[in-house]
């Protein structure tokens, strides 16, 4: 079935799954792996983008582009953060049947990411001088760092209703759509980059105008997507209002997420703000560790969200052991993905740096980063799956404290201590992210075995009227 073919039948008809009955190996397999390869698509053409620069711009383009994440990520964090709140309500009360009410959860949704993408756009650029300042950039990376800033975050309303749309399909069990276009978006971005930087000569600037574009095309056919669904979630413009208690109940999920991936990623800039300490070859080999770091989480993080997911639609229906079952499956299949992604990092680390940058001092250091880190991301899997639990569950408070004790607090005591006391060396500082994991899954653990998370639901079991 070629591309053409499936965007037509992914505009048309009923895609969502009850997962409240049937396999749950199967529900979580289905629902995750469509996820997961348009995560991997998704990477890939940020991959893309560093390929490029990395090779057809200059190093300063390179490692200005793969060291502003922690800048864009405490903007967009926020709101993917917040956003999650809504993809729970409405998946619980999906799993409820309650029709009326995924209706205005899903327009509450709609104008809450409007009136956000407005703000954000005005406030990502006004802040990008500040944001560089704050993560000590070099001098000679802020021209090219800024430049992609301005044009990515005057660009950033496509991004969010993807996001926001993704995530409302992806509530009532459809995650094969937002794959499909993520795969258009993936295809568009590399042959722009192509385009822009080896014919137009655009450099950093046209790596961020293809970025956009993409981003707003894939924003595009996921709102005609809801514009022509025929289920409880379908989308008309002229029903976008916010619903007080909708939205009420969108922030009391989704605000803790919300304020822990904000501030994690913001506490991330001072992260970047040692790494920036030591020279740009390490700044480099840092960005391509980074690009594989966002590989090897995929698998962990599609699944946590299928537990999101299932959880919010078994506890909507009043099935508490089937959503426990659940994540305790979730769980064992992260790990096993998992470590077989890390066998494959440690083995082939050279080869996998030199693909951004042939430089053999960044080599050197990505490579180092790569062997020492990989293996600590097995802690990461049972923090991850966790937290989308209770996320599913609403109790979406523990974990935000939790993640920003360990990734926030400890981290930045760590760093601190480290660098000021102990070693200022590359390694040592590098650690302090396995360190944060650890501290993060044994408090995750702790919470989730003596909890009772799963009175956290938030939506009514009524079932609604009858017509």
Request: charge should be positive.
């Amino acid at each position: 079935m070629g591309i053409s073919t499936a965007l037509k039948k992914a505009f048309g008809g009923r895609q969502e799954v009850d997962m409240t009955e049937g396999s749950i190996f199967r529900h979580l397999l289905e629902f995750a792996f469509p996820l997961l390869i348009g995560n991997i698509f998704q990477q890939l053409y940020n991959m893309v983008d560093s390929w490029v620069v990395g090779n057809y711009v200059s190093n300063e383009a390179y490692a200005a582009v793969g060291t502003v994440g922690p800048i864009i990520n405490t903007l967009i964090g926020f709101f993917m953060g917040l956003s999650s709140g809504a993809g729970v309500v409405i998946s619980q009360y999906f799993g409820a049947k309650r029709a009326d009410k995924v209706h205005d959860t899903v327009h509450t949704a709609m104008m809450m990411t409007l009136i956000l993408a407005i703000l954000f756009t005005g406030v990502g650029i006004v802040t990008v001088p500040f944001m560089l300042n704050l993560i000590d950039m070099p001098e000679e990376v802020i021209p090219e760092a800024t430049t992609y800033l301005v044009i990515y975050f005057a660009g950033v309303i496509g991004l969010m209703f993807y996001n926001i749309g993704s995530g409302i399909l992806r509530a009532v069990g459809d995650s094969t759509r937002p794959f499909l276009f993520l795969v258009v978006s993936a295809v568009l971005n590399t042959c722009l980059d192509l385009l822009f930087v080896l014919k137009f000569h655009m450099g950093v600037a046209g790596v961020a105008y293809a970025t956009i574009f993409a981003q707003a095309v894939s924003a595009a056919l996921v709102i005609i997507t809801l514009m022509r669904s025929k289920a409880s979630i379908r989308f008309r413009i002229r029903d976008m209002r916010i619903d007080w208690e909708m939205l009420g109940k969108i922030v009391k999920v989704g605000f803790p997420a919300a304020l822990q991936m904000a501030i994690t990623a913001f506490s991330n800039v001072f992260v970047q703000s040692y790494i920036n300490y030591f020279e740009t070859d390490f700044m480099s080999g840092w960005t391509a560790y980074n690009k594989m770091d966002q590989l090897i989480w995929l698998p962990m993080q599609s699944l946590a969200l299928a537990a999101t997911t299932f959880v919010g639609q078994n506890l909507g229906m009043g099935k508490v052991e089937r959503a426990k079952k659940g994540v305790r499956k979730a769980f064992f299949m992260a790990l096993v993905c998992t470590a077989g992604l890390i066998v494959g990092v440690v083995i082939f680390a050279p080869t996998l740096v030199s693909f951004f940058n042939k430089k053999p001092e960044v080599v050197e250091y990505g490579t180092m980063l790569l062997r020492y880190l990989s293996p600590f991301y097995i802690l990461c899997c049972l923090n991850q799956i966790y937290a989308g639990a209770l996320r599913g569950a609403g109790q979406s408070r523990a974990p935000m404290l939790i993640m920003i004790g360990s990734f926030v607090v400890f981290r930045q005591c760590y760093l601190y201590i480290m660098s000021h006391y102990i070693a200022n060396e590359m390694l040592p500082i590098a650690m302090s992210y396995p360190a944060g994991w650890l501290v993060c899954s044994a408090a995750m653990l702790l919470y989730y075995h003596n909890s009772k998370w799963e009175k956290a639901c938030v939506v009514e079991r009524e079932q609604p009227a009858e017509e």
